[in-house]
């Protein structure tokens, strides 16, 4: 007498098995204001810090359409303005970038620095990638790291 227990088993294997993963369809915006935390120094022992040098990038990832970057501010770890770095907008082609230096001598945003960027389109564009790249210790080892803007507020188009 044959066994049902492997087509059981089979079919249990079947229905436990996870749904496909679908990925979700790009999202395209208008424009967007993103916060990029910062570090003009780090903590490296009680009373001891590491200057920082942090770059904001900006990456138009987008294959087809321009962006510009309205405004990339600066800001301590008070929130308090520091400085605008950009003086006019600066448009940005399909897959172009564009980078901002606060230099390692410059402790003035203090451990919670950070940038706030807001870009606009013409037409429903991805989202640009926005990070701070931190770096110290010119000519030798020290740290470097990154940190990812977050999206703060989005102008999505019309349904």
Known sequence: MPSILPGCLIALLILAAPEPVRAEPLSRALGETLYVPAYSRIQTYPNKSELLAST????????????????????????????????????LAPFASTAFLIPVNDVSGGIGANFVVTWHSSAPALS????????????????????????????????
Do not use: C, W
């Open 56 to 91: 904001l990038a900006i990456h138009n990832v987008d294959p087809e359409t321009t962006i510009t970057v309205e405004t990339a501010g600066y800001y301590d770890e008070t929130g308090k303005k520091l400085r605008d770095l950009i003086e006019t907008p600066v448009e």
């Open 128 to 159: 640009p990638i926005v990070e701070a790249i931190m770096s110290g210790a010119a000519g030798g080892p020290g740290s470097s790291f990154t940190s990812r803007g977050e999206v703060i507020d989005r102008q999505r188009p019309p349904q």
